[in-house]
């Protein structure tokens, strides 16, 4: 798998997972919040429901992997699956990795430094 397959697999779970902080920053951009607004609402979604955002985004990394197999490696029946079982593993736990040093990477540098710019936090 190139490196530009793995960034088509991953970047919508890893933007997805990192809504709860996100999410404020863009509001503060568009200027539909203010910043103290946006720090409440940083808060409550990184504090509470982080959890649920990053289950989102392993929802969404699955299902990407599963649109990935079916349209570019034509992977549709449990048969070719079986015959292709170590492309499949070895797939499935690159992305995984790659998703998640993404989503640190882009939650825990880019959008923290959004957010110092911004002021949020």
């Known amino acids: ?5 793995i960034l088509k697999v991953i970047w919508a779970p890893v933007l997805a997972a990192s809504l709860c902080c996100l999410s404020p920053a863009i509001l503060v951009l568009l ?10 609402l940083a ?3 990184y504090g509470t429901y982080k959890w649920a955002f990053r289950i989102v985004g392993l929802a969404l990394l699955l299902l990407s992997l599963a649109w ?10 449990l048969d070719q699956a079986k015959r292709r079982r ?4 070895n797939t499935v736990i690159l992305t995984l990795v790659a998703g998640v040093i ?12 959004l957010g110092v710019w911004l002021k949020i936090w």
């Open 31 to 40: 200027g539909l919040s203010t910043v103290s607004f946006a720090a409440s």
């Open 1 to 5: 798998m190139k490196t530009k397959e």
């Open 68 to 77: 990935y197999f079916y349209k570019s490696k034509g992977i549709c029946t």
């Open 43 to 45: 808060d409550t979604f």
């Open 102 to 113: 993404g989503y640190i990477f882009f939650l825990y540098v880019v959008v923290h430094y």
């Open 86 to 89: 170590n492309e499949i593993i």
